[in-house]
């Protein structure tokens, strides 16, 4: 059970949001809520908008409180380029890039962590299914070894041997 936000074509730069998206990996989304209102970056403000969002989705569809939500996925990807161009000196242009961000984040309901331990599945394994793996090891094709395989022939080069004519002079 998820819930997710795409916030599309936001007038920041990739490079700004990306900044802040390893601190938020391990945060829950109520906590990163009020580290990233306190920040003046343009990429926190962006990041704090779909955070916020996304919340609010999950809040709705979910009917789950904040507090049981954690980040399952959240990422920056290139948004639209817009490109102008500013004159320059003596005829010249000078280009203007404004570039935007795509942010995507998915957030989820908490997962229980269990107390028993989780089964070896080497363990678990019958000796039926180990003869198996034994026999299917044993059917395995050799590849022959390189001194086995014949060498490749290769084309003849032919060299053409080009004569100069060196005139007399008289």
């Known amino acids: 059970m998820e819930a997710r936000h795409t916030g599309k074509n936001i007038n920041v730069s990739l490079r700004k949001v990306r900044t802040f998206i390893p601190m938020l990996r391990n945060m829950s989304p109520s906590v990163a809520l009020m580290k990233l209102s306190h920040m003046p970056h343009s990429g926190a403000r962006a ?23 954690e980040f399952r996925k959240v990422y920056a990807d290139q948004g639209m380029k817009m490109k102008r161009f500013r004159a320059g000196s003596r005829g010249t242009a000078a280009p203007i890039v404004r ?12 997962q229980l962590s269990s107390s028993a331990p989780k089964e070896d ?9 180990q003869s198996e793996v034994k026999e299917d090891k044993k ?13 490749a022939k290769k084309p003849a080069v032919k060299k053409a041997k080009t004569v100069k004519k060196v005139a007399k002079k008289s």
Request: net charge positive; glycine share 2%; proline share 5%.
């Open 139 to 151: 059917a395995v094709v050799k590849k022959p070894s390189r001194s086995e395989k014949k060498p």
């Open 121 to 129: 599945v080497s363990l678990v394994k019958s000796e039926e299914a």
């Open 47 to 69: 990041l704090h908008a779909a955070i916020k969002t996304a919340v609010s989705n999950a809040q709705f569809s979910l009917k789950v409180p904040e507090d049981m939500l």
């Open 99 to 110: 570039q935007m961000t795509h942010i995507t984040v998915i957030v989820g309901v908490k």
